[in-house]
């Protein structure tokens, strides 16, 4: 079994930063694929970005690209999401989840088998 626990959410102003955090535990790290994801009220779970086992190869929304940066330290088990010109349309629960069963998890949320229980973001305008 997989544990993810998430951390550094918070209320932040429009245009500001937030880096999102995932520590992973119950199995080595660089054996699992990681994403973000996020659900808004009202709205369904979307995917944010992924990132492979390595590291190599990342991947966003379109809504997001440019501003969001995933990131992994497979040597502390964390991932890392960084988040620029936040706008108030980016307030969500942010979920971090894993999969153990490819080397890129992808975009879609029922392929992820592991989550964590989610960080709330506010984003004020």
């Known amino acids: 079994q997989v544990q993810l626990v998430e951390s550094g959410g918070g209320l932040v102003q429009a245009g500001g930063s937030v880096r999102l955090s995932c520590a992973a535990s119950?199995?080595?790290?660089?054996?699992?694929?990681m994403g973000w994801f996020r659900q808004a009220p009202g709205k369904e779970r979307e995917f944010v970005s992924a990132?492979?086992?390595?590291?190599?190869?990342?991947g966003y929304a379109n809504s997001v690209k440019g501003r969001f940066t995933i990131s992994r330290d497979n040597a502390k088990n964390t991932v890392y999401l960084q988040m620029h010109s936040l706008k108030p349309d980016d307030t969500a629960v942010y979920y971090c989840?894993?999969?153990?069963?490819?080397?890129?998890?992808?975009?879609?949320?029922?392929?992820?088998?592991?989550w964590g229980q989610g960080t709330q973001v506010t984003v004020s305008s």
């Open positions: 989840a894993a999969r153990s069963d490819a080397y890129y998890g992808g975009s879609s949320w029922s392929q992820y088998e592991f």
């Open positions: 990132i492979a086992r390595s590291g190599a190869d990342t």
């Open positions: 119950g199995r080595t790290f660089s054996t699992l694929s």
